[in-house]
């Protein structure tokens, strides 16, 4: 109505425009990837690895850093935790910008359809990172930006539809819900 064409026209006078999120797929050749157990959160020794194991490792894989235990010129080296297996492909999708919650969960229902016919996972994660300079946190509590920015989530789906979920906040935000 009239109140929508006063706001979009607030929008082009002030050259504001909307950006679609920016979607970048790949594909992750030979990759070693932790064993879970979806009913072992700690881990079994030489059974299954624990959620801060995988935590991590997704990190390391998320944000590129090689897994083959080899040193260079850094002073850290990082390799997937035991016990592990190596893929021959995995795909990552990473979608860029302004999502809301209603299609992360749109997503996340996609993703538990990915089991309902005959794959070879085992598991499958979605992680959300909020933008670090987000005014809010959980529970309309303001952000803790600059102590560290923190404020992401992660679900770890399994074949069964079991699931893990890792929260991460900075030290001065609420705890989620």
């Known amino acids: 109505g009239a109140e929508e064409s006063t706001l979009m026209s607030y929008f082009s006078k002030n050259q504001i425009q909307a950006l679609k999120p920016k979607i970048t797929f790949s594909t992750l050749r030979d990759l070693q990837c932790p064993v879970l157990q979806?009913?072992?959160?700690?881990?079994?020794?030489?059974?299954?690895?624990?959620?801060?194991?995988?935590f991590e490792w997704l990190g390391a894989v998320l944000s590129q850093v090689s897994l083959d235990n080899k040193s260079s010129s850094f002073l850290s080296t990082y390799c997937c935790p035991q016990p592990n297996i190596m893929v021959e492909k995995a795909f990552l999708c990473t979608i860029t910008g302004f999502i809301i919650p209603e299609k992360i969960i749109q997503l996340l229902e996609q993703l538990c359809c990915y089991?309902?016919?005959?794959?070879?996972?085992?598991?499958?994660?979605?992680?959300?990172?909020?933008?670090?300079?987000?005014?809010?946190?959980?529970?309309?509590?303001e952000h803790g930006?600059?102590?560290?920015?923190?404020?992401?989530?992660?679900?770890?789906?399994?074949?069964?539809?079991?699931?893990?979920?890792?929260?991460?906040?900075?030290?001065?935000?609420?705890?989620?819900?």
């Open 145 to 177: 930006f600059h102590k560290g920015g923190e404020n992401l989530y992660n679900f770890v789906i399994f074949r069964n539809l079991d699931y893990w979920l890792h929260m991460a906040v900075g030290t001065n935000d609420d705890c989620p819900p």
């Open 115 to 141: 089991f309902g016919e005959p794959k070879l996972a085992y598991w499958l994660t979605l992680t959300v990172h909020g933008f670090a300079d987000s005014p809010v946190s959980w529970r309309e509590s």
């Open 38 to 54: 979806s009913n072992e959160l700690q881990g079994k020794p030489d059974e299954s690895c624990s959620t801060e194991e995988l």
